[in-house]
């Protein structure tokens, strides 16, 4: 199937190349929600890691590099949820003005109730 035929949602495979996927570990489950969302924003990944980190839920680089706050695998699926898509958009949007809001709002409806949610973490 050529590029300009292939369905919006369907990225082809180099697109994730290199991420592990495998299991039903909870580690697993959750790059797998990563790759759900990056899928449906369009977003290509290099590489997505979930480790212990002390200061902040996740970090993202221009090169398509994310890591995740091992903590979010023992939280609550929604305060998840929130922080894959927040720091997806940032592919699109670096920073936190009314365009990442609008299409955080888009993406998740109560973004900022669950954003409250997750400071009490």
Known sequence: ????????????????????LAGKSD???????????????????????????SRKWASCSTAGNLSFNAEL?????????????????HFHVPNHGKLWKSLMRAYLEDYDKLEKRLSKY
């Open 27 to 53: 580690k697993a489950k959750f790059k797998k929600r990563v790759v759900k969302y990056a899928i449906d924003l369009d977003i290509p990944l290099k590489s997505i890691s979930v480790r212990p980190m």
């Open 1 to 20: 199937m050529s590029r300009s035929k292939r369905p919006r949602n369907i990225l082809p495979a180099h697109f994730f190349k290199g991420i592990n």
């Open 73 to 89: 695998l023992n939280m609550p699926k929604k305060l998840g949820e929130y922080v894959i898509v927040h720091e997806l958009l």
